[in-house]
């Protein structure tokens, strides 16, 4: 599991543009406007904030979740970007660019698969029907700097690929972005739950989950608005929710029906390895007591030892894990992380290799053993690495990290042009325009006229100088 902000999709860059120019037309948000287009990583990297985080079972997990949803609601999965935000409230929603966002502490409460699908389906529906965050015209009728750059700060993080960014830009605004910008309205809200229950019902589940769900923000509505978790603020909780919910649920064919053991162990794996990771030890055995000696209690174990330092227990319990399921590739990740991180570089690699043969396709742990072989430093080990980012990024085009490592390996071997290469997308995936350009420039410069590289170079140049002009008139 990293602590990374995912660099942006294109079609999130244009969402992102879209509301700029949108806020452009109110003047007092100038000065939040310009605070975002100007945001450099390095200099907001000192403040706390959000953190998305990348973490490839967990992203497996999610996937399964979601793309029966997304294709019974007639979307493309390959089309929905999916991020995981470390926050332990409770909160869940979808934003303009088919972009869906999961608090890390929804999935932690959630004690069945079927309420986390249940928010996902829900969340669907409001996609599916266009009802998200950065609409102009909720922007403009807000009319309030202090809620705009909270929504400005989601942008931000996304933007510049470093999710603290969004916590400099929304400073003391946050809450009140939230309750005003990311509301629903009640009509929505009812429309999305009828959505719902149609996707849950034609993927054989039931709402039961959902329903669950909304009863645990039932018992929070007596609360004060401030101690209200986020998702009760933004997606406005009735009575009359509550009783379609319950008619809907007694009314299903598949309510009572056992869940598939496998999504359960799944589930169950995916709070393990968050609590593991973002929780304290208390909050572990809290989960998974001393004496639980199941799958994912012992994973969990194993997690947090290791977080506490101390590696050779964290792996004694690992090692069992991995002698009764020896083609897990998520525990050989595992393991390679443990040694890596601990700088046993060279122990890592086998670990990494094992979980990449078992799934070849995944962005996720071909980024990591390419880490492995950058930090091993041999000529071999340098073109391993780039064969594993060259595939990295046909999937994930821009993926800042990707490209960063891309430039330390060419740099390594020598290869000027490409080096340069790498840092212009690098810079363009973050948003650095002008950096962006000037590599592009070098790499123009140094790369052989008419390859695929000069041609990619030149095309750079020209888009990162225009965004970067744009940027400039905006000031």
């Not at 705009?148 to 946050?174: E, F, N, P």
């Not at 994912?296 to 506490?308: C, E, T, V």
């Not at 492995?372 to 990024?393: F, P």
Request: charged share 20%; net charge negative; proline share 5%.
């Amino acid at each position: 599991m990293t602590g990374t902000s995912p660099p942006p999709s294109r079609p999130w860059r244009r969402a992102a543009k879209g509301v700029a120019r949108t806020l452009c037309r109110t003047a007092t948000l100038t000065v939040v406007l310009l605070a975002l287009l100007s945001a450099n990583q390095t200099a907001w990297a000192q403040r706390d904030g959000i953190r998305l985080i990348r973490d490839a079972e967990i992203e497996h997990t999610i996937r399964t979740y979601a793309t029966p949803l997304f294709q019974a609601a007639g979307l493309s999965p390959s089309g929905i970007d999916v991020y995981l935000i470390d926050d332990d409230s409770l909160n869940a929603f979808a934003t303009q660019g088919a972009q869906m966002f999961l608090h890390t502490g929804l999935l932690k409460a959630s004690e069945t698969p079927l309420q986390t699908i249940g928010v996902i389906a829900h969340e669907t529906a409001h996609l599916a029907a266009g009802h998200y965050i950065g609409r102009g015209d909720q922007i403009e009728t807000a009319g309030l700097t202090a809620a705009a750059s909270s929504l400005l700060a989601i942008l931000a993080g996304i933007a510049t690929g470093d999710g603290r960014v969004a916590a400099a830009i929304s400073s003391g605004g946050q809450d009140f972005a939230l309750r005003n910008l990311l509301s629903f309205t009640r009509g929505q809200e009812q429309a999305a739950d009828q959505a719902a229950v149609t996707y849950l019902r034609s993927t054989g589940l039931s709402p039961q989950g959902l329903l669950d769900f909304y009863r645990i923000l039932e018992d929070q509505e007596v609360l004060l608005s401030s101690s209200q978790d986020p998702y009760l603020r933004t997606h406005p909780l009735t009575s009359d929710r509550i009783s379609f919910m319950e008619r809907e649920v007694s009314d299903s064919p598949y309510t009572g029906r056992p869940v598939p053991a496998e999504l359960s162990e799944m589930h169950q794996r995916m709070r393990a390895k968050l609590v593991g990771f973002l929780g304290t030890p208390s909050e572990v055995y809290n989960l998974f007591p001393q004496g639980d000696t199941s799958l994912p209690a012992r994973y969990a174990h194993s997690i947090s030892r290791f977080k506490q330092g101390y590696l050779s227990e964290a792996l004694e319990i690992l090692d069992g894990l991995l002698a009764e399921r020896p083609d897990d590739p998520f525990f050989h990740e595992l393991r390679g992380q443990m040694l890596l991180e601990n700088q046993r570089v060279a122990e890592a690699l086998p670990a990494y290799e094992k979980a990449v043969a078992l799934r070849p396709r995944d962005p996720q742990l071909r980024l990591r053993i390419a880490q492995v072989q950058v930090e091993l430093g041999t000529e071999q080990s340098y073109r391993d690495a780039l064969e594993n980012l060259t595939a990295v990024l046909a999937r994930e085009p821009n993926n800042g990290s990707a490209w960063r490592l891309s430039a330390i390996a060419h740099g390594r071997l020598g290869n000027e042009g490409m080096t340069a290469l790498s840092l212009a997308e690098y810079n363009y995936a973050r948003g650095n325009w002008r950096d962006a350009k000037g590599q592009a420039e070098r790499a123009k410069a140094l790369l052989q006229q008419g390859t695929p590289g000069w041609l990619r170079a030149a095309d750079l140049a020209q888009v990162a100088g225009r965004e970067a002009e744009e940027a400039r008139e905006r000031q």
